[in-house]
């Protein structure tokens, strides 16, 4: 029985690398290993002390009949003070390997509440002097928590400081929304009031009964008001062109007084903006500019009125018998029995086109300018009544 306890204690215990024997002597006790259910960590950290491996190379795990011997314990068995095996183990710095463990195991380390035992001397029921060594780690331990108070403070004092300047901010943007808020008010405000004040552009152009006769061509106000109101109810919409003829057609049954988007400019303007358009042939830029829209909403403009002034008053534009001539005729033409009308061509200003050829066709050496011709044919008392097609350029050279 002696023989198989020896040899127990021979295979488990530390052995000697070069004799591969136990180093320990006679007499001696036998410990066993912390089991994993009462002490896992205990059984752990005497592991690692007692340091042999297996054939494979890994850590060494002790069974159930595995024991140290008391001589690898400075106390001579695992006491409070000393529970670690340290002695005879066959290298060097075991101790410094627990306090290392102690260390980093150390509730002001990691902050844990585990409670510390304090070894009381019951002969004389004092405290015994910590030795030297624990003193140091003590101290240690001290100003590593006084240096994480440290980094705790300083972080939140960078945090008071962050939501400090977060909270500046917020209040900085919410005065400036509100400003803003404020001048958008007083914007709308203006506008509205601007609105209401501000004239039209034929109110401005249109002063006096020369003012119209030179804009528009038409001799007084009252009749080009008198055109206005004849022509203006039949502007349902504007030309948009006959590729948007098909998408825009309303299937539903008509309840509003006109068609269409909500009109930029006065009717009273969109007459006086065709009718410059006629009489001064000015281009769509310079109408633009002076009525405040975009050339697109200009040439749309021009084309609705012009398709209704063509289709209300180009009734005036007839023929008339020989009889009605005749006694029409002014005083002045009475010496001419065999007047009946006086033809003449007309050149109206266009832009300029794109196309070379086209632009060598309607140029205009007399206007200076590129220009179509008509031929308007007037009776004896200055009524038109009859009007050609614009299929003529303004070149001479061609005609």
Known sequence: MEEKVLQRVQINCNVDKDSKQCVCQPPFRLYAFPTAKKDKQMREKWKKLINRT?????????????????????????????????????????????????????????GNSKPKIVIIDLETNQIPDPPVEDLKLNNMNIQLADMKSFQDCLS?????VCLRNYIARCVHLTREVHQLKLDVNNLKKQLQHHKKNTQSVSEVLLKT???????????????????????????NRYWKGLSSVHLNIRKFVRKAAKFGPRRKLPSHDELLLTLMKIRLGLLNK????????????????????????????GSMVFIPNTEELIATKPDRFRHLPDLHSIIDCTEFFIETPKDLHLQSATWSDYKHHNTVKTLVVCSPNSSIIYVSKLIWGGCRIRQ
């Open 156 to 160: 939140i004092f960078f945090l008071i």
């Open 54 to 110: 297996d054939s494979n190379g890994k850590m060494w795990s002790p069974s159930k009949d595995s024991r140290v011997c008391s001589d690898h314990f400075q106390d001579g068995k695992p006491t409070a003070k000393t529970p670690f095996p340290v002695l005879k183990l066959g290298y060097k710095d075991a101790e410094n390997r627990v306090k290392r463990m102690n260390f980093f195991e150390s509730p002001k380390l990691h």
């Open 286 to 313: 310079d109408l633009a500019s002076r009525f405040q829209i975009s050339e697109s909403q200009c040439s749309r403009i021009f084309f609705a009125w012009l398709k209704a002034l063509s289709s209300i008053l």
């Open 209 to 235: 009964d020369a003012d119209v006769a030179f804009f528009t061509g038409i001799p007084n106000k009252e009749l080009f008001n008198s055109i206005h109101g004849i022509c203006s109810p039949n502007i």
